[in-house]
């Protein structure tokens, strides 16, 4: 199945742009980086060398000596005679690139010479790991590739840009929804959090419309993520890290309180112990982290606090895989309950905020026991979210409203339709697309 994916306009934007430097497509494993810069090349480029350095690791050597084009051209015509070197005509893809640190720094060359197009693709946790002698600073651009997010699964489900931009006019003039369209969208976005967005996921789905198969690919997926931090993390890591990575499911369904917990990691763990495993799953693009702030103002980094925060999978595909089969059955039924029904929404609406490039940040303040689950910032103003898994009154929000006068709009996703009280607008938990 071919998935349309965003990834494409922002390929050719950078194809467009004039004094174009080597690209870095970064992300994590399986969503869909290779699968993009293939068709993007077919698409645009008479002539394309791909190379993909853990299927071909002989192909380091061409890399082994001088790193000035003409000799990096020289080697690679001998060794690929098929390919056809066309200045401007020509894409040059390095796959898997942190397996030859020295194709790392020949991004710099590439881009000084400026006759070819280079991307370089790879995991963020190799690059880190397999460090380049002199990596090429100011002398490439970066793209950060995730899986689907939801308008991506949308069009995988058959839904048109012309069909959400329609359901797009009822969030600007915070209009109802037909009642037929809203609970289509609410059994789309159950679909996509039992599903994810891994793109071997979703095609798997979409061509089947089988939840079990979807479910066999996500935990092959997982077990994958597994074995690159066995593989790419340090020894005194590995386990660490594998501990802190597989607890995030229980830190967000199984309790009430979703700050990450490292007593919940190991009985009596501690920061000190396991807080450097935590930096290391950052660093590899597989976990991302909602910090606390301590006041709801711009800058919420200046108020950010490293120490408290939540931990969100970097997709829901891997999230739903740490549990069993038995929660993708009630969420598609709309039957789950308690902490875990708040919980899977929580992190649906974090997942569609992190695909679309927002850092995310949280409030709670003990004394005042007033907190929001999200808080995100855009051109200097910052846009408070509350999710709720159903349709009640939110006190604390109620109660922050009246104390910031300063914030101009509140956001409440609910499992409801959309409303407008005051400064507080509330939308339909699929409605996050739009923020």
């Known amino acids: 199945m071919i998935l349309k994916r965003k990834i494409l306009e922002e390929l050719n934007k950078w194809k467009s742009s004039p004094g174009r430097k080597s690209l870095v497509v970064q992300g994590a494993r399986q969503v869909g980086k290779t699968y993009a810069i293939r068709e993007f090349g077919r698409q645009n480029y008479s002539s394309v060398l791909e190379i993909n350095f853990k299927e071909t690791p002989s192909a380091i050597e061409v890399f082994a000596s001088d790193l000035d084009v003409e000799t990096m051209i020289m080697g690679l015509r001998f060794r690929y005679p098929q390919v056809d070197f066309v200045p401007g005509e020509t894409l040059v893809f390095l796959d898997e690139i942190q397996e030859c640190p020295e194709a790392i720094t020949s991004l710099k060359f590439w881009t000084e010479d400026g006759r070819y197009d280079v991307i370089a693709s790879g995991s963020l946790l190799g690059i880190d790991y397999h460090r380049a002698s002199s990596y090429p600073v100011g002398y490439v651009e970066y793209l950060k ?46 679909e996509y959090i039992a ?37 790419y993390a340090d020894a005194n890591e590995k386990v660490k890290a594998e501990k802190c990575y597989l607890s995030i499911a229980a830190q967000l369904l199984d309790k009430e309180n979703h700050k990450f917990q490292y007593k919940e990691v190991e009985h009596g763990g501690r920061a000190q112990k396991y807080y450097s495993s935590i930096e290391w799953l950052i660093r590899a ?118 104390a910031k006068t300063d914030i101009k709009t509140f956001y409440k996703l609910v499992d409801g339709n959309v409303g407008e009280e005051g400064r507080i607008i509330t939308l339909p938990l699929y409605m996050a697309m739009f923020l």
């Open 285 to 402: 693009d597989i976990i991302k982290l909602s910090r606390l702030v301590t006041n709801i103002r711009y800058d919420l980094d200046d108020y950010a606090r490293d120490d408290f925060f939540r931990a969100y999978t970097c997709d829901l595909s891997l999230l739903v895989a740490m549990k069993d089969f038995g929660l993708k059955q009630h969420i598609i039924e709309n039957t789950l309950a308690g902490n875990t029904k708040g919980g899977i929404y929580e992190c649906a609406v974090a997942d569609i905020l992190i695909k679309k490039g927002y850092s995310l940040y949280f409030y709670k303040n003990e004394t005042t026991k007033r907190e929001l689950d999200f808080i995100i910032q855009k051109d200097g103003n910052v846009i408070p979210v509350e999710v709720k898994s159903g349709n009640a009154r939110a006190a604390s929000l109620n109660q922050i409203v009246q």
């Open 145 to 190: 590739m995730y899986g689907l997010d939801f308008e991506e699964f949308l069009w995988a489900s058959g839904m048109d840009g012309e069909m959400i931009d329609s359901l797009r006019q009822f969030f600007l003039k915070k209009q109802s929804v037909p009642p037929a369209i809203h609970e289509r969208m609410m059994h789309l976005l159950r």
């Open 195 to 231: 599903v994810g967005g891994m793109p071997e996921v979703v095609a798997g789905y979409m061509e089947s419309g089988d939840y079990r198969i979807a479910d066999r690919i996500q935990r092959e997926i997982l077990q994958g993520y597994q074995y690159d931090i066995a593989h």
